[in-house]
């Protein structure tokens, strides 16, 4: 480890939400974790005790109600709007549930290719490429499914597909809510690794 500084710091992370009644609920209560690059680090805990609301708060997807997330220097729950823009294509989610995280009518090529649209506009010739590369390294063809549409592919393959798109970036940041849950046995250890 030596004396790395941590890519991702979260310091004393707390987020309350109000139920239907009104009353707060805590679903994440003084939260505390570095990671630094290369490192690998495995939120684990029985159905309900906050690690889908942790993972959302260090994309502030949701706002901590307090504690500090400090991803790559920057305290994003400081940052203006335009500022996290700008350090989103850094820290990509993978989401545990693929069937609400991609419109079904899209094509998987424009679904991978889409980070590449937003973010790196420039070197279109590339990203063909880009997007094949991705696809593969989660065990798919890009000539078998870069043309199907979302919703001809199985829970598994779309689960693939998610985490092509969030890796064609290379961010410097994966955050992962159970992204194998929905895989076969024989693929989860080819994804982890």
């Known amino acids: 480890r030596g004396l790395a500084k941590p890519i991702l ?57 307090s504690g500090r997330v400090i991803f790559d220097g920057e305290e994003i729950q400081q940052l203006r709007p335009r500022k996290l823009r700008l350090l989103r294509p850094h820290f990509q989610l993978i989401s545990q549930n693929p069937l609400s995280a991609v419109n079904p009518l899209r094509r998987v090529r424009s679904i991978v290719e889409e980070p590449l649209r937003l973010w790196r506009r420039e070197s279109k010739s590339s990203w063909p490429g880009e997007v094949a590369e991705a696809l593969q390294a989660v065990g798919l063809d890009a000539s078998v499914v870069g043309e199907r549409l979302a919703r001809e592919l199985s829970g598994g393959q779309l689960q693939r597909v998610c985490i092509a798109r969030a890796l064609v970036l290379r961010p410097k940041l994966l955050v992962a809510d159970e992204p194998i849950a929905s895989l076969d046995v024989s693929i989860q250890a080819q994804i982890l690794n």
């Open 9 to 65: 710091r979260v310091e004393d992370l707390v987020v309350t939400f109000r139920n239907a009644a009104r009353r707060e609920v805590q679903a994440v209560s003084g939260v505390s974790f570095e990671v630094r690059k290369g490192e690998t680090l495995g939120l684990v805990g029985e159905s309900g005790c906050g690690k889908s609301t942790t993972a959302k708060a260090v994309m502030r997807l949701v706002e901590p109600t």
